[in-house]
């Protein structure tokens, strides 16, 4: 069976300073990563994944994230946050392979960005 | 080009009615899912639909739900006598031809039906 965990509900961080969205995942195979974000009333928007190769991931909006197999670990960061970021973070998994490109999704973060 | 559409956007029922739900998938997408987003539950997996395939339906929690693709294309995700256990943001999602090889394709998801079951 495969699972993510995003340990924290809510994340809060100033606008300009760095922030980091935290996804840690179980599987039993090779795990593909993804990230969405949910802004108020809307459906899930791709931000980045992780298929193989480079670790460090880059994608939209200035995000970027890292693939640590050995903390099975794939956080969410970016270096310098908007207020417009604020928004519900999921990160889901799937299993490759098998799995049928379903996705296995965390309980999401809640990232609130202040001035 | 268009994206994922559902309809009805909000739909509200009474317990014990039946609703359907439709999902218009982006043209040319051969795999169709179905999630439920409840209040602090993430989104937790229906229903897959891929091409001609049998659908992968272990995520139903009961057989008051059932969903249908017609055509390949349209699906409808079917609540029998509704619970308010049921009410929660159903979202739909597609993406292009299934690869099992080295690349994995995104889910395109669509805006969601917001579902009150009073």
């Given at each position: 069976a495969q699972s993510v965990a995003q340990p924290e509900d809510q994340v809060?961080?100033?606008?300009?300073?760095?922030?980091?969205?935290?996804?840690?995942?179980?599987?039993?195979?090779?795990?593909?990563?993804?990230?969405?974000?949910?802004?108020?009333?809307?459906?899930?928007?791709?931000?980045?994944?992780?298929?193989?190769?480079?670790?460090?991931?880059?994608?939209?909006?200035?995000?970027?994230?890292?693939?640590?197999?050995?903390?099975?670990?794939?956080?969410?960061?970016?270096?310098?946050?908007?207020?417009?970021?604020?928004?519900?973070?999921?990160?889901?998994?799937?299993?490759?392979?098998?799995?049928?490109?379903?996705?296995?999704?965390?309980?999401?973060?809640?990232l609130k960005v202040e001035l | 080009g268009a994206g994922v559409s559902q309809s009805p956007s909000n739909k509200v029922t009474e317990k014990g009615k039946d609703v359907e739900l439709r999902c218009d998938p982006i043209s040319g997408h051969t795999a169709l899912y179905w999630y439920r987003q409840s209040l602090g539950q993430g989104l937790e997996f229906l229903i897959y639909f891929q091409g001609n395939s049998a659908p992968d339906k272990s995520g139903l929690p009961s057989d008051r739900f059932s969903a249908e693709r017609t055509g390949g294309s349209v699906s409808t995700l079917t609540i029998q006598r509704t619970q308010q256990e049921d009410s929660a943001v159903y979202l739909c999602a597609s993406t292009d031809r299934f690869s099992s090889g080295a690349t994995s394709n995104e889910q395109f998801f669509g805006p969601g039906t917001r579902l009150t079951v009073l």
């Open positions: 809060n961080v100033a606008e300009g300073n760095p922030l980091t969205v935290k996804c840690t995942y179980s599987v039993s195979g090779n795990p593909y990563l993804f990230w969405y974000v949910q802004y108020p009333n809307r459906g899930l928007q791709f931000l980045l994944k992780y298929i193989t190769g480079d670790n460090l991931v880059k994608g939209s909006y200035g995000f970027e994230a890292e693939f640590n197999k050995s903390q099975t670990s794939f956080h969410l960061k970016k270096p310098s946050a908007l207020v417009s970021d604020s928004a519900l973070y999921f990160c889901a998994v799937r299993v490759q392979p098998g799995g049928g490109n379903k996705l296995t999704f965390g309980t999401g973060t809640q | -």
